[in-house]
């Protein structure tokens, strides 16, 4: 067996014995040894092997497959430019604290600087936004690389997880220099030590250290204290702070990410806050962050409000490097106890109208709903009409938004999005990881320009199962998002439509034609709650053509009529 056979056979096996499940493959020449090495561990039943030919999508599909199950998913590149194909997916893992072994195959070193094919400098190529990285030195024929590549592959594991380093989940990036030959040879020459392992160390993923329940609170005072929860990276974490808030007598705004229906939870928060006569009466003196808040523009108008104290729960850095943030709480005080008789000191007349409010324009909402068809309508459509039990993704930019404005809370599911660094790209991908990773029914909600982002995602060959995956598409034919920001104010329109507008005119049902992928065009809103009743079957896109040029127009609609309904 040559050296570089080795490697990557022990590589793979350590990874596997550290509870590795699923492998992302972008074929390679320089990988070669890397890519038999899984197809052989596949081939014995000890994990998922996915081929994917574009590495931006085979970042995302990783990302996607370690998202909810916390189990750090491997993805596999050549050099070159393969490995910087990468970067948008370790940004979002990241930020959004994913756990994603990456690992890559390079030159040796007495290849380096020397104008070798494809070669570029890739150790440091992600710099900070990973948890770990090693430049792997070329395996020799030798005693004691053995121990040193399961060293690196449990290393890569415990710091992917958490359990080493920083103590929070992330990417890591493994380099590995190869020789030739990349391909397995058979030799006379015997290995100088096994190749096999001598003690088996647990199969399952380590969980990072959380630490018993805090021994401390957060203060029970000031009494109007309101906390609003984002997206937070573990699974449980939702219901986890919006117990921890109940429990201290605190209304809770959360952004739609997490699980569903959410009774405790004040409804239609973005439009609660959009009304200022309200909001000045009942201000809070206080807001605590919990998780990475990054949707509602309400919501940040609410932490940069005068007299607000704001406080945090986790070290997000999208909040903590904010002058203005007064305290910075670990996760772990979800979990800490009430204490003390009388110890819930939230205002309860106060918390209750919050609670109202709500109340009032969710009753507003069910009675005029927004109209069909409409990004609004559709997010209301596909919420209301899943199945008990399913899991949505949502792409950023509009179709979140939507969820979160208009949207029903009673629905039972689970919400997810990558909303780390909330780009557009790689959403279709992510959603196939999610699919991919178990059994649950997935669907997907995303604008036109999300989805052609990520086309590449629909790219899956014959001989790669495919996810199950029902992808909603509200199609406005371009950047919608923007008739909502300042470009989109009608003093702007002259430079509108080509600047930000961009329309591509792209035939959507053409483009899944071409990957083999199901496409329906749905006219109503009953075709649409009836098309998603259908259990998902591999890829299917239902696309919904909306004007982009109501959507202005309809959110000052609906702004107004959670007034009226505040007022009333």
Known sequence: MNPSTALARVLVDELVRRGVRHAVLCPGSRSAPLAYALREAERAGRLELHVRVDERSAGFLALGLAKLTRVPAVVVTTSGTAVANLHPAVLEAHHGVVPLVVLSADRPVELRGTGANQTTVQPGIFAGAVRWSVDADAPQRATGEVARWRDLAAAAVRHATGVAGTGEPGPVHVNVQLREPLVPTEDDEPWPESLDTSAAPPTAVAAPATGSPAAYDVSLRPARTLVVVGDLPEPDQFDRAVRWATARGWPVLAEPFGTHPRSDAVPHGPLVLSDPPWLDEHAPDRVIAVGRLTLSRPVAALLRRPGVRVEAVGAHEWIVSRP???????????????????????????????????????????EEPPPWPSGAAVAAAVVSGLPTGARLFLGSSNSARDVDLAAPRSTPLRVVASRGLAGIDGCVSTASGLALADASPTYALMGDLTFLHDSNGLLVGPLERRPDLTVVVTNDDGGGIFTLLEPGEPARAAEFERLFGTPTGTDLAALCAAHHVRHRQVATRDELVAALAEQPSGLTVLEVPVDRASHRHLHAQLRARAAAALGA
């Open 324 to 366: 203005d943030v007064q305290a910075v709480h670990p996760t772990s005080v979800l979990d800490a106890p009430v204490d003390g008789e009388g110890a819930v000191a939230g205002d309860e007349v106060w918390a209750d109208a919050w609670r109202a409010a709500g109340d009032r324009v969710a009753v507003a909402m069910a």
